[in-house]
């Protein structure tokens, strides 16, 4: 068992001298430290007023010329596009969770390669079928309890699902 504050002693080493990887053996102890390399901080440049000569002994010094324009630099910003009416944040606590009635198959479609009951956006009306669970051999469909639009599909096609599971969620 390696002691903790040795531990501690070699990430101050490979912190301190900017190591990404560190590996230390004593006898049959090997220790090995890594950590994701870290960018440099770049020191912001500051322009530096020239400095002028001093003058001779009895000669008049010269006026000190203008210390130089700071340099600015622009950080080029996209500008936000417009929010769309419709794009406005979704309230997920007002969904409806349509959950597994029995454990079995998840299968978004009626059959392989054939397009899914329902997208994420689709409208559903009550009784519409949303899915089916196979279960025992025996397709079962998962119908709609009540109107809505689809907002969330929680399962993949071909997934096992469990009693009660969230399969989808509408709105």
Do not use: W
């Amino acid at each position: 068992m390696i002691d903790s504050s040795i531990l501690a002693d070699y990430a101050r080493v490979l912190r301190e001298n900017g190591l990404t990887r560190l590996r230390v053996e004593e006898g049959a102890q090997v220790v090995e430290l890594e950590c994701a390399p870290t960018a440099p901080l770049a020191a912001p440049s500051l322009p530096v007023a020239p400095v002028a000569p001093a003058a001779p002994a009895g000669v008049p010094a010269a006026p000190a010329p203008a210390p130089a324009a700071p340099v600015v630099q622009e950080e080029l910003v996209a500008p936000e596009a417009p929010l769309d009416p419709d794009d406005k944040p979704l309230d997920m606590s007002k969904t409806v969770d349509v959950t597994a009635p029995m454990v079995g198959v998840f299968y978004a479609a009626p059959s392989p390669g054939a397009e899914p009951f329902v997208h994420v956006g689709s409208k559903v009306k009550k009784g519409d079928t949303l899915c089916v669970i196979e279960a025992m051999k025996l397709m079962n469909e998962v119908v709609a309890e009540q109107d809505g639009e689809v907002v969330d599909i929680c399962v993949s096609d071909g997934e096992l699902v469990e009693f009660g599971g969230t399969l989808m969620k509408l709105i």
